[in-house]
């Protein structure tokens, strides 16, 4: 897969299961093999939500960067929890100076 894996910051990730959910994510949003791709696996910091999030995150067209949460770890994301390639404009990350909670 082209594009970078992030490391993971909790336990121990199986790089597999990253480079699996960029194939899939690369597959399902149509992304040129130019364009970058990062996968995390991240613990929650949140209060209420589950223990372990895969946040996929891909760049587009003039530099815009897209971003989807799946509230599960890696290991257990498939093709099914992505949305629809249709639905990749709804995914644009505005860049706010002030909101820190989805970077």
């Known amino acids: 897969m082209r594009g970078r894996l992030a490391r993971h910051r909790h336990r121990s990730v199986h790089p597999g299961d990253l480079t699996r959910v960029g194939e899939a ?42 971003q989807y949460r799946v509230f599960k770890p890696a290991h257990a994301v498939t093709a099914a929890d992505l949305p629809p390639w249709w ?15 989805c970077g």
Do not use: Q, Y
């Open 25 to 66: 994510a690369r597959a399902r949003f149509r992304l040129a093999s130019a364009s970058p791709v990062t996968v995390e696996e991240l613990a929650a910091t949140e209060r209420g939500f589950p223990p372990l999030e895969t946040r996929i995150t891909f760049w587009s067209g003039n530099d815009l960067r897209h």
């Open 87 to 101: 639905m990749k404009d709804a995914l644009i990350v505005e860049d706010f100076p002030f909101c820190d909670c």
